[in-house]
Structure formats: structure tokens, C-alpha cells
């Protein structure tokens, strides 16, 4: 599959409209097949943001967001995949929003989360 599609995809999960990856977890697990391949998507757009931080700082991306743990700025980046396409190029095109995401806590732990396979089936 192509990005677009894998777009559409992700933001069929509408993770914007509670934050559950539980929620998505039993979705995703009627098709393992689907959920290993966005998960696939999620790493690639999270290292694509990660391979631009790292342009715009000379050591590291943590100096961009200072007095951060990675963990945290992980989160804020795959909440940004999960809200989709326009979020997430949007924070490409201007890093300062991912910043502000991150700085006033405006993202849910772990859209990521969604890829494992739930504890107790659906």
C-alpha cells in the first residue's frame, strides 16, 4: 500500500476521538496483517520526524526540546501520526507546533500503543 492509503487508514481509526488505543487494539486484532503494516507506517513518519529534528539541532533532537525525556517526545510525535495526515505535515512544516504540543501536554500516551496485540481479545 501506498501512503495515501495508509493515511486513510490510520485516520480511519479516529484516534482524535478518544485517545484509546484499546479501543483500536481490538480493531486491528480481526487483522494482524493490517495492524503490523500501519504499525510499519507509524515507525517510518515517527523516523521521519525524528531524521528532520535532527537537521534543524546540531546534537540532538533533545536540545530542540529541552528538559524532555525522549519518551515524552516519542508520545508527542505518534499522537501527531494518529491525528493524521494534516496534523502531522503540518509539524513537519513547522516543527514549532510539535514543540507546543509537546511543551503544553497536548498529546495522549501512545497512539503506538495501538500496534500491540491486545491483552484480552475481543
Known sequence: MNDDDNWKEIESLNWAKDCDYERI???LA???VK???LREFVHR????MYALLA???PHSPRDLFCNT???SLDDAIVHTIGLG???FEAAL???ELLRMRWENNDYRESFVYAFLEPLIPS
Open 25 to 27: 487494539q481490538h480493531e
Open 30 to 32: 480481526l487483522d494482524p
Open 35 to 37: 495492524r503490523e503494516r
Open 45 to 48: 513518519k515517527k523516523e521521519e
Open 55 to 57: 537537521t534543524l539541532v
Open 69 to 71: 525525556r525522549m519518551d
Open 85 to 87: 495526515r494534516e496534523s
Open 93 to 95: 512544516g513547522d516543527p
